[in-house]
């Protein structure tokens, strides 16, 4: 609009200079989102628990196929621990505690642990 008279309804108005009087400065604040601490979700290895039942463990709770799975057990079983996921810090406490129930369930001594990354 071009300063100077401005039509309205109830008749001709002055639009007020920039910086004068009524003018206001409209800011706009921006929030950073700070991406979420990742945590890896480990099995240790044991002299218990049957390879089969990890193979089972990984496949049931991380979505892992036959093959990656097998692949990871066999990590844990010649390393002492294999990973078996990256999660936000809820997802990797929620499946630590499936895995760790699942285990007892089945009278299994396997450990799974979360640290972060």
Partial sequence: MIRGVAPTAAGPR???DAGG??????TKTRTKVK???LYRVLILNDDYTPMEFVVHVLEQFFSKDRE???RIMMHVH???AGECGIYTYEVAETKVTQV???ARKHQHPLQCVMEKK
């Fill in 14 to 16: 002055r639009v007020e």
């Fill in 21 to 26: 009087p009524g003018a206001a400065v409209v």
């Fill in 35 to 37: 991406r979420p601490s």
């Fill in 68 to 70: 990656a799975a097998t």
């Fill in 78 to 80: 010649n390393h002492g």
């Fill in 100 to 102: 760790m129930d699942f």
